[in-house]
């Protein structure tokens, strides 16, 4: 299992909200952050040999069990910077009033009070373990974090001034909420008591405490977290690719192309590691679909099917497909993807509603394409599975529809992507689909083609085609890259323009 493999989509939240103002659905978020660090946690203690090892004074940790550690940490944080963003913005409770205040605040106490509860219990873990705690410290474990970076962590947490907050807090805290949240909040209030917080604060080091851990030391945090609010006054409801250019980009696309998406200043990528949070499938229009697959061999396979055309297969072996009007508000239905209401039909306005893409094109025939289209019609209307479980077809991830349509088969050559396995789970996900492109690109293992890369530029404001030569290692980009952008050239994308246009 490799570092790379803890950067993935694990119990993410799927949802964006700068009001609020569906507190069930932010409850339902929160609630998924829990369960994922619970689970966590259980996997932990689970492996004894690794997290709590009674010959830790004698024995080192091998590079497999390091590695494995590496994974549980990035995911961690993963979760726990979704808690803190939410406990961020909810902050804000003291400027309302009445019932709007009330309802903030409830919200705020629950995401603080799980964050607080699930850091000191990790802590706590890794604290037994001097080895461990070396190894999250080291800058050259392969994370990509800082050093130090658990020391400073931990201080967030572990302190006389994060302890003052979270007692001060939850003394004056009254719950009249619904029982969920009740629930929730007595729970992790209980859960914290259970700790001996005043043995932990005895061995810290607070040599380097200071008022800048106010706020929680994560990377995406101390640039982003505090200033969201801001910029999500410039970007609300606007992405960078405009109508304009999906439908145009998409005229280089062809049906079974897929790609990946990635929209900033959301929340949901706190939750989803790696750069490409998003995937989907290229279906094109039903006459693009006539005119492409319109070959013997599709045409031979259609017959033994009992069809004489593609669309009547795929009509029939979608019941949601048939019954649907072919278009949505933007246009025509050109994509289907997987999204928090299911597997369903978009048009490319709609799914390209990014801020960065990229295209594949898989190196197969047009009959492979058009078995992996009709896998995925097959799929269509299934819910999105929290449960995040490959192994089941009752649900699917955005990443899932893409694996399962182009899934190798007695009758279909199909793509063969790497899964992985990260805390007992087989995963895939699009920033780790891209890794695997770059890691095959040149080689006999490549299956797919970079058709278009889509990026953007924050400050410009803009987005654009880029070069093959920048998407590599895109996966590898931080969530707070939009800081780290290079200033935009609008003559550098006229020059890749008129490059693309001469060959």
């Not at 893409?402 to 895939?428: C, H, N, R, S, T």
Request: some cysteine; overall charge negative; aromatic content about 14%.
């Amino acid at each position: 299992m490799t570092v790379k493999s803890a950067a993935f989509a694990f119990f993410t939240v799927l949802w964006c909200t700068c009001s609020f103002a569906n507190q069930q659905q932010t409850i339902e978020a929160i609630a998924i952050q829990r369960d994922g660090l619970s689970n966590l946690l259980s996997y932990m203690d689970h492996h004894s040999e690794i997290f709590a090892r009674p010959n830790a004074s004698s024995e080192l940790l091998n590079r497999a069990q390091k590695a494995q550690v590496n994974d549980v940490w990035l995911l961690y944080l993963d979760y726990m910077s979704s808690l803190s963003m939410i406990a961020e913005q909810t902050r804000d409770y003291l400027k309302l009033g009445g019932n709007e205040r009330k309802q903030r605040k409830a919200l705020h106490a629950l995401a603080y009070n799980a964050h607080y509860r699930f850091g000191m219990e990790f802590i706590k873990r890794i604290k037994a373990d001097p080895e461990l705690i070396k190894w999250l410290n080291s800058d050259v474990n392969e994370t990509g974090l800082p050093k130090n970076f658990f020391n400073r962590f931990t201080l967030s947490f572990v302190s006389d001034w994060a302890t003052d907050n979270y007692d001060h807090f939850n003394n004056s805290l009254r719950l009249t909420e619904s029982q969920d949240i009740a629930a929730f909040i007595e729970a992790d209030i209980a859960a914290v008591k259970q700790l001996n917080r005043r043995s932990m604060l005895a061995q810290a080091d607070l040599s380097t405490m200071n008022q800048t851990l106010y706020n929680i030391y994560y990377p995406m945090q101390k640039y982003v977290a505090r200033g969201m609010g801001k910029v999500k006054l410039w970007r609300i409801n606007k992405t960078l690719i405009t109508q304009e250019q999906a439908l145009e980009f998409s005229q280089q696309m062809e049906p079974g192309d897929f790609y990946f998406t990635r929209k900033e200043w959301r929340l949901t990528n706190a939750g989803i590691p790696g750069y490409w949070t998003h995937s989907a499938l290229y279906i094109g229009t039903p006459f693009e679909r006539e005119t492409y697959f319109d070959t013997p061999e599709v045409n031979a396979w259609l017959a033994e099917k009992g069809f004489s055309d593609f669309e009547s297969l795929l009509l029939d072996v979608s019941p949601v497909y048939a019954s649907a009007s072919g278009y949505d508000e933007n246009g025509v239905y050109r994509a289907l993807e997987v999204l928090d209401a299911g597997a369903l039909f978009n048009s490319i306005e709609t799914s390209l509603d990014a801020d960065g893409a990229a295209v594949f094109r898989p190196r197969l025939s047009k009959l492979e394409k058009a078995k992996a289209i009709y896998n995925a019609f097959y799929y269509a209307g299934r819910p999105y599975d929290f449960h995040f479980d490959f192994d089941s077809d009752s649900a699917l991830l955005c990443s899932e529809l893409i694996y399962k349509a182009y899934q190798p088969a007695e009758d279909q050559q199909g793509i063969e992507f790497p899964l992985y396995q990260a805390v007992g789970k087989k995963m895939l996900t699009p920033s780790e689909m891209a890794r695997w492109y770059d890691e095959t690109e040149g080689t006999d293992a490549q299956q797919m083609d970079l058709v278009m890369f889509i990026d953007s530029n924050e400050k410009a404001g803009v987005a654009f085609v880029s070069s093959a030569e920048a998407f590599t290692g895109s996966w590898e980009r931080p969530d707070w890259y939009i800081f780290q952008q290079p200033s935009y050239q609008p003559e550098d994308e006229d020059q890749l323009a008129s490059n693309q246009a001469s060959k």
